[in-house]
């Protein structure tokens, strides 16, 4: 099936330090969506990309669409501890199907 | 987006029982999914919740097992069924709200602990 690889698995960072994220994939995709996840919630929708190229700001988080439709990028400025959570890329595939990378698990340190 | 509830949030049950799991959207949508969060891994899809006709089930996952009804464009549920220890995970639905493109908002998940 589909593999999305995000890595590393966690990391740890000092509130006020910015942190950047990649979401990589053998295939093309036409859709890259990323989600936070807080403990014992479901998953929220952060940014949703639709465009190779597209660069896409939600406040303190700014997203892009790789050219070459096989990667994206989250990148998180001034942390603070409330960024804390897990970080997951999506993509749509057939039937509005979505995969999941296996996310990274941020921590900031007050 | 959409305002997603499930019911119950968390339950814990004995194994060879059964787990009817609800899901509610405050407006309808085009498209309702499940997916499975095990402990500490990334969500798997298990089916897509089709209004009016039978789901449609991802590798691995079979209608005996987890039969899923979709009556009207704004509910769903999910049953676990005979459930054993391997079934403990976090039931997820998922929805595409009319005119959204390609994207999926969650509701807040069913905790499941299975003994």
Redesign the interface.
């Known amino acids: ?1 589909q593999q999305l690889n995000q890595s590393p698995q966690s990391m740890f960072i000092q509130e006020g330090e910015d942190v950047s994220m990649n979401c990589t994939s053998s295939s093309i995709f ?2 890259w ?1 990323w ?1 936070k996840q807080d403990p ?6 952060l940014i ?1 990309l ?1 465009k190779a190229g597209e660069l896409t700001s939600n406040g303190r988080l700014t997203a892009q669409f790789g050219i070459t439709r096989k990667d994206s990028f989250l990148n998180i400025s001034a942390s603070i501890p409330s960024d804390v959570g897990i970080y ?1 890329c999506a993509v ?1 595939g057939a ?9 990274i698990t941020l921590s900031v340190r007050p | 987006s959409a305002v997603i509830s499930q019911k119950p949030s968390r339950d814990i049950c004995q194994r060879g029982t059964s787990l009817t799991i609800q899901c509610q959207v405050d407006s309808q949508v085009t498209m309702m999914f499940w997916y499975r969060q095990q402990p500490g891994q990334s969500l798997t899809l298990i089916a897509t919740a089709n209004q009016g006709s039978e789901a449609t089930y991802e590798s691995g996952f079979v209608i005996d097992k987890f039969p899923i009804s979709r009556p009207n464009l704004t509910f769903s549920t999910l049953t676990v069924s005979n459930m054993s220890p391997e079934d403990s995970s976090i039931y997820l639905c998922s929805v595409t709200p009319t005119g959204a493109q390609e994207t999926q908002y969650f509701g807040p998940g069913t905790r499941l602990l299975v003994l």
Not at chain 1, 40 to 45: A, T
Not at chain 1, 96 to 102: I, P, R
């Open positions: 099936g036409n859709t969506l989600y014992g919630e479901g998953p929220v929708l949703a639709y997951f749509t039937n509005s199907k979505l995969t999941f990378g296996k996310g």
